[in-house]
């Protein structure tokens, strides 16, 4: 057995420097869009803002700045033990004192290094709300600091954020020196970045995901994590609505315009997450869509210009809906006089309710079957028509490692290398 | 209108149809010379569009052809899933400068579409239709995009990788840019009209600037050629347009050229040209009548000076002469004038040199005749006196004063002859005073009273009470109506009903006798008014005459009017108020 442990020391000693992690390097990103707000529900913040505690891929809670955590019988009063050590960017430690001064709706008490918040009503899912609140202090000079892996040292106006690395980390230190975040560009202007190895990681779109992968490049592909669906105004005509929803070819969509990425949907969480997803039909009915559609007035569609897929989408809903007998005319950007949009939201919770929460502002499930009947009740009015399901997709760069992002696409950058000789 | 005012009528009428006749040919002639000019532009113009068609046909095929020899389709066609070429389409599109690229499978289901990609998956069966039959031109399409429907010039090509195979089409959009790529003279225009609905629509006509702002006037001209299916032309404003048909695969007519020509520079000419034939042709005229006026005053002078010559004839002036020295027919017609004139006159004289010889022989019998009768008793009377003296002069007192009674009764007689032509001699002119005629009938009536009864004869008076007075002699007016009155009694020997009526007719005061007596024949009627003619017995011949004297010294006139037994009116017509003087 020795004899075994050191022959396996022997060969990982003799593998190259390039398998092996290590420190420095630059890492260049391309992104659409970024946001440093703490309380900016994207992928980069947690780079910079730590929260009091996460969850993991499988819904459970883990710690993070919070290494504790007790609450009573009603959930009334909860107690969090802070993590010891933890120093903000500007060198100020993490007290409990400093987080206290960040709740301000909820009345936080402060016991040494333990923080104790009370509410009035039980809040059971507090930790749900801590696990998407970012911890932050304001220093002398009116910015604003994180205790995160890395620390801002650009990121004013403009289309350019470097993050360095946080040496005192309290998760060690992040492997990369630095990050350069290049945002505002848009799916094909990153897609020619990465072809030109201009940058690291960027976003991709389906087209150029299919692409990249013929060409041998590599691709990062999440399970689907966001909701593209058509989102009519309240006061249009539901038989409008009805129509349209029926008119759409999901199918031709997923094959074609989203190079089979995804899935089509007819719920609102997808089947990975819910169970129950297969429970609603999507099918197409062009009968009963142009018994609905006679006499209907036109409809506009809004979409988002910066996606060319959306575009796309909402044109061929528009060649769709013609069939059927109805006018859809695709508007870009947030056309005020538009009868609907498409919509995308992101899937950042892997609790059912809590994801049906966030899809759906009010609405809180407690079991799968409370789920199904709330999102069944959601869509009965067609004011909201799931179309499909979508995944994040990255490409990486050829020197990237350790690309480990959570299942919905949260970035982990602290456990990415650059390997110094790639091609 | 005057002899002259005809004859320069005639003449302005004459330079007018001249004038005019002349500016409207030397109008159309150079109109037509014009539009024959401008038919032959239109049809190089023509020629020139076909050749650029044409040219345009070749383009198509050929980058279409590239398209399908690049190699690219065949891999395409080689896959059996389309979805990773989706965006093929508007590759090619950008490399090959079209407008249009679409691949289909050979049943016409879309792969790619660089003009419509949401559209993939359906199915574009003229592209099939026309992959199939091999067709290697391009040719008109109706293509349907998002936000309309337009027209194309497509040709479609198969590429095959072994037993399968794609169909692409490739194509221009027929719009304004491809109007803009050809080349026009000056003053012309294209449109083309997309007859790519039932109904004619203003959006459908565009130029090389777009559509035109006018599209609906040219309406008629394309309804007319897509009804007659064939070409046509048609004026639109100023300009002049040959709208030819256009049409697809299947015959079918997809859309109509429009070529114009301004017609600016020809109206603009013959606009000049007709300014210029108004401005000659006016000149024309005013010389015209101005020569007329000269012309028509030297021919109307002579006829002119003869009219007032004949004018002056008809007043009585017969001793006129015309001084007329041309030699034409004028100048025969006044030399005849002046012979006549001389002839009446001569006649004249000798007529007045004859009457005035027959009135002293009347007279001279009125005078024998009036003296013999008392001349005769008064022989008588001398002769018994001498006798009476000579042979009884025991009664020669007695006789003598017998005789001298009758020889003074004769000799009254005789002065009273004498008196009364002494008095028709000297007939004075009359002492005008307002004048009731009424009073006058009734005072003459008066007079004749006794005579009226002794004759039978009954007396009618219808005057007229609101007769206005005249102004005239009422002696002499007095004197002539009791010579009607007396004239009309010895008319009526053996009685009758005497008339008198006084009245007014246009402005005049009407007297009128009638009787009921023998009446006169026409002769009689005609002669009556001559001094010294009378159809009496014992009369002087002087009563109507003097009736005549007084009522024409009055400004008046007397007519009659008779019947041989049915008795006579005599009818005296005098002017009323001051008017009546003379």
Not at chain 1, 207 to 214: I, K, V
Not at chain 2, 199 to 226: W, Y
Not at chain 2, 261 to 282: C, D, P
Request: hydrophobic fraction near 45%; aromatic fraction near 6%; glycine fraction near 8%.
């Amino acid at each position: 057995m020795r004899h075994t442990a050191w022959l396996l020391f022997a060969i990982v000693s003799l593998l190259p420097a390039a398998t092996r992690p290590h420190y420095g390097g630059t890492l260049r990103m391309k992104v659409r869009f970024a946001s440093l707000e703490p309380g900016a529900e994207n992928n980069l913040t947690p780079l910079v803002f730590d929260r009091l505690v996460t969850f993991s891929d499988s819904a459970q809670p883990q710690p993070a700045l919070a290494i504790a955590w007790r609450h009573d019988a009603d959930f009334k009063r909860w107690e969090f033990q802070l993590r010891p050590g933890v120093k903000f960017h500007d060198g100020a430690p993490l007290t409990a004192a400093a987080v206290a001064a960040e709740f301000g709706v909820v009345a936080a008490v402060v016991q040494g290094d333990t923080l104790v918040l009370r509410s009035q009503q039980p809040a059971p899912k507090l930790l749900h709300i801590l696990a998407s609140s970012s911890i932050f202090k304001r220093s002398a000079d009116g910015s604003i600091v994180g205790t995160g892996p890395f620390r801002i040292t650009s990121g004013g106006p403009g289309h350019r954020i470097v993050l360095a690395a946080n040496e005192d980390y309290w998760g060690g230190r992040p492997y990369l020196d630095a990050v350069e975040i290049e945002t505002g560009r848009n799916l094909r202007d990153q897609a020619l970045d990465f072809d030109l190895n201009k940058a690291d990681i960027v976003e991709l779109g389906f087209t150029e995901a299919r692409r990249a992968t013929q060409n041998g490049k590599r691709v990062w592909t999440s399970p689907p994590v966001s909701l593209l669906a058509l989102k009519f105004e309240a006061s249009s005509d539901e038989r409008v609505r009805e129509a349209v929803a029926l008119s759409i070819d999901r199918a031709t969509i997923h094959n074609v315009l989203l190079q089979k990425q995804g899935s089509p949907a007819a719920g609102i969480l997808p089947q990975w997450l819910s169970g129950y997803a297969f429970l609603f039909s999507g099918a197409r009915d062009l009968e009963r869509a142009r018994q609905l559609a006679h006499g209907a007035a036109p409809v506009t569609l809004a979409y988002d210009p910066a996606d060319a897929t959306e575009r796309l989408i909402a044109e061929r809903i528009a060649v769709n809906a013609r069939e059927a007998g109805l006018v859809v005319r695709p508007a870009a950007g947030g056309s005020p006089v538009s009868t609907a949009r498409l919509v995308r939201n992101r899937i950042n919770w892997p609790d059912l309710g809590q994801a049906l929460g966030s899809m759906a502002p009010g609405t809180t499930a407690s079991s799968p079957e409370a789920a199904y009947a709330a999102e069944r009740a959601l869509l009965q009015d067609y004011q909201v028509v799931p179309l499909f399901h979508l995944p994040a997709i990255y490409g990486l760069g050829a020197r990237v490692r350790g690309w480990g992002p959570s299942r919905w696409g949260g970035w982990k950058l602290e456990g990415v290398w650059l390997a110094a000789d790639a091609p | 209108m005057t002899f002259r005012s005809k004859l320069l009528v005639a003449f302005a009428v004459t330079v007018l149809v001249a004038v005019g006749l002349d500016s409207f040919i030397v109008a159309e002639t150079t109109r037509d010379h014009f539009e024959r000019l401008e038919s032959r532009r239109s049809s190089a113009l023509i020629a020139q569009f076909r050749r650029e068609f044409e040219r345009r046909q070749e383009e198509v095929v050929r980058r279409t052809g590239r398209m399908a020899a690049s190699g690219v389709l065949e891999r395409i066609a080689i896959e059996s899933d389309h979805a990773p070429y989706l965006d093929e389409a508007r590759i090619l599109a950008a490399a090959q400068g079209l407008d249009l690229v679409e691949l289909t499978t050979p049943d016409g289901a879309i792969i790619s579409s660089a003009q419509w990609p949401a559209r993939f998956g359906y199915k574009d069966e003229w592209v099939a239709r026309m992959g199939s039959s091999g067709i290697q031109i391009a040719m008109l399409k109706r293509e349907e995009l998002p936000e309309e429907v337009t027209l194309a010039l497509v040709a479609v090509r198969r590429v095959s990788a072994g037993e399968k195979s794609i169909f692409i089409a490739g194509g221009f959009k027929l719009d304004k840019d491809f109007l803009a790529s050809i080349e026009l003279p000056e003053g012309m225009r294209m449109l083309l009209y997309r007859n790519l609905q039932p109904a004619f629509s203003a959006q459908a006509l565009t130029s090389a600037s777009g559509p035109p702002g006018d599209a609906e006037k040219f309406q008629p001209l394309i309804e007319r050629v897509k009804s007659e299916q064939k070409e046509s032309t048609g004026s639109v404003g100023v300009e002049s347009f040959q709208a030819t048909p256009l049409f697809g695969r299947d015959k079918e007519l997809l859309a109509i050229r429009l070529i114009g020509s301004s017609r600016a520079e020809l109206l603009s000419l013959t606009r000049f040209i007709r300014r210029l034939g108004l401005a000659v042709g006016a000149a024309g005229v005013l010389l015209g009548l101005a020569l007329a006026w000269w012309a028509t005053a030297r021919i109307t002078r002579p006829v002119h000076e003869l009219a007032e010559a004949a004018g002056e004839v008809a007043a009585g002036n017969w001793n006129t002469h015309v001084d007329v020295q041309s030699r034409d027919e004028i100048g025969e017609l006044a030399a005849a004038f002046n012979q006549m004139t001389r002839h009446l006159t001569e006649q004249r004289e000798r007529l007045v040199q004859s009457e005035r010889v027959a009135a002293w022989r009347e007279l001279a019998r009125r005078l024998a005749h009036e003296l013999k009768n008392p001349l005769f008793p008064l022989q008588i009377t001398v002769e018994n006196m001498r006798r009476a003296h000579d042979q009884y002069p025991e009664q020669f007192d007695e006789v003598f004063r017998e005789g001298s009674a009758t020889l003074l009764t004769e000799l009254a007689n005789l002065k009273v002859i004498i008196n009364r032509f002494s008095d028709f001699s000297k007939m004075p002119p009359p002492e005008r005073q307002s004048t009731n005629l009424n009073e006058i009938v009734r005072g003459v009536m008066k007079l004749v009273e006794a005579q009226l009864a002794a004759q039978s004869v009954e007396p009618r008076l219808e005057l007229d009470a609101s007769l206005p007075a005249v102004e005239a002699d009422p002696a002499q007016l007095h004197r002539a109506l009791q010579n009607l009155v007396l004239n009309a009694l010895d008319a009526m020997p053996s009685g009758g009903v005497l008339t008198v009526r006084t009245g007014r007719s246009n402005g005049s005061a009407i007297l009128e006798i009638s009787d009921t007596g023998s009446g006169l024949t026409k002769e009689e009627c005609e002669r009556l008014f001559t001094p010294y003619y009378t159809t009496k017995q014992h009369g002087t011949g002087l009563g109507l005459a003097i009736v005549q004297s007084v009522v024409s010294d009055h400004g008046g006139r007397i007519s009659v009017e008779s019947e041989p037994g049915r008795g006579s009116t005599f009818r005296i017509e005098l002017q009323n108020g001051a008017s009546s003087h003379r």
